[in-house]
């Protein structure tokens, strides 16, 4: 089955900075890869997703991009403000045929100081 | 996008007993749901695959005959844990994709389970 690794385990950086968070999956099948946010005791809510026809996808501050031949994706937050502290969450799934279940990397917690 | 509800939002129960979880679709029809249990500072793990009409699908290590799930209608899953003891008490997290076969998974609220 998939397995997908998630770093870093925690992120902490100045407001107005950058975050990267990396993933990398496993099974070459995987053809779809989103990225939730998570805030405590709350929904995962998708925030961004790409494809693996896609290299890059860019939503205002949020950027995801995917190397398919070295299996990872990554996500990209720039300007980042107080309200993006949260649990993010890559996942992957291998959607050929009708929809299926993600598997999630461990999540990194991000925090923003102010 | 998609509305996924989860009813109910908390239980707290005896340890033996069964609690039943429901998960709906409120503005489109889904012939699969999917079903997570998360622990505290932990991800997101699939349990199981629920297909309107026909057999859930678990992943392996989930015991079908304590998580049993019926899909019932297009927009309603339910997920019942049998004989719940303390090891059970998580965090579970219905999800559906918002039109048939597509990608995009929206979750449900989420239900916390908790188990004296």
């Known amino acids: 089955g998939e397995n997908v690794e998630q770093h870093p385990s925690t992120l902490s950086v100045q407001e107005g900075d950058s975050a990267v968070i990396k993933c990398t999956y496993s099974?070459?099948?995987?053809?779809?890869f989103p990225w939730y946010k998570q805030e405590l005791g709350k929904r995962p809510q998708l925030i961004i997703d790409i494809r693996s026809n896609v290299g890059e996808k860019k939503d205002q501050r949020i950027a995801v991009t995917l190397n398919k031949t070295a299996k990872h994706f990554s996500l990209h937050i720039t300007e980042t403000q107080p309200e993006d502290s949260a649990v993010y969450f890559c996942?992957?799934?291998?959607?050929?045929?009708?929809?299926?279940?993600?598997?999630f990397g461990k999540g990194t917690h991000l925090i923003i100081q102010p | 996008g998609a509305v996924v509800s989860q009813h109910p939002s908390r239980v707290i129960c005896k340890s033996g007993t069964s609690v039943k979880i429901e998960c709906r679709s409120l503005d489109f029809q889904a012939t699969t749901m999917f079903w997570y249990r998360q622990f505290p500072k932990q991800s997101l793990m699939l349990m199981a695959t629920s297909n309107e009409g026909s057999k859930a699908t678990y992943e392996q290590g989930v015991e079908k005959d304590k998580f049993l799930i019926n899909h019932a209608s297009l927009t309603l899953s339910t997920l019942t844990v049998t004989s719940a003891h303390p090891e059970d008490s998580s965090f579970y997290i219905c999800?559906?994709?918002?039109?048939?076969?597509?990608?995009?998974?929206?979750f449900g609220p989420g239900t916390r389970l908790t188990v004296l």
């Open positions: 999800s559906a994709p918002s039109s048939g076969g597509a990608d995009t998974q929206y």
């Open positions: 099974d070459s099948a995987s053809n779809y």
């Open positions: 996942a992957a799934t291998n959607s050929g045929g009708g929809a299926d279940g993600l598997t």
